[in-house]
């Protein structure tokens, strides 16, 4: 199974962009889909997560900015970036747990690039 992440781009601080993150082929058991973000230099971070299809979280960084939303069923995972700064410059990488977390799969990553 293959994850696609895609919709990253360059824009400009405040701007917007919607991530996609999309399967191979269908996953059962979905527990959580979420994103991650590595910056040049850095460690990757928890940028959201979608846990059970319900609750969600968020890394301190892009709480009220981002918004994470899935369809199980579909296997699709999206996350809303608004307000974008350049700190938020970094590959982002879409990653699906199943089977209460003993499967874990992860996209090739989408570069998003926030120019001042």
Same mark, same amino acid.
């Given at each position: 199974?293959? @994850?696609?992440?895609?919709?990253?781009?360059?824009?400009?601080?405040?701007?917007? @962009?919607? @991530?996609?993150?999309? !399967?191979?082929?269908?996953?059962?058991?979905?527990?959580?889909?979420?994103?991650?973000?590595?910056?040049?230099?850095?460690?990757?971070?928890?940028?959201?997560?979608?846990?059970?299809?319900?609750? !969600?979280?968020?890394?301190?960084?892009?709480?009220?900015?981002?918004?994470?939303?899935?369809?199980?069923?579909?296997?699709?995972?999206?996350?809303?970036?608004?307000? @974008?700064?350049?700190?938020?410059?970094?590959?982002?990488?879409?990653?699906?747990?199943?089977?209460?977390?003993?499967?874990?799969?992860?996209?090739?990553?989408?570069?998003?690039?926030?120019?001042?």
């Amino acid at each position: 199974v293959q @994850l696609q992440a895609f919709g990253g781009g360059l824009v400009q601080a405040g701007e917007s @962009l919607k @991530l996609t993150c999309t !399967t191979s082929r269908l996953i059962f058991n979905i527990n959580v889909m979420g994103w991650y973000r590595q910056a040049p230099g850095k460690q990757r971070e928890l940028v959201a997560l979608k846990v059970n299809g319900s609750s !969600t979280d968020y890394g301190d960084a892009v709480k009220g900015r981002f918004t994470i939303t899935g369809d199980i069923a579909k296997n699709a995972v999206f996350l809303q970036m608004n307000s @974008l700064k350049p700190e938020d410059t970094a590959v982002y990488y879409c990653n699906v747990k199943a089977w209460n977390n003993k499967f874990d799969f992860w996209g090739q990553g989408t570069l998003v690039t926030v120019s001042s």
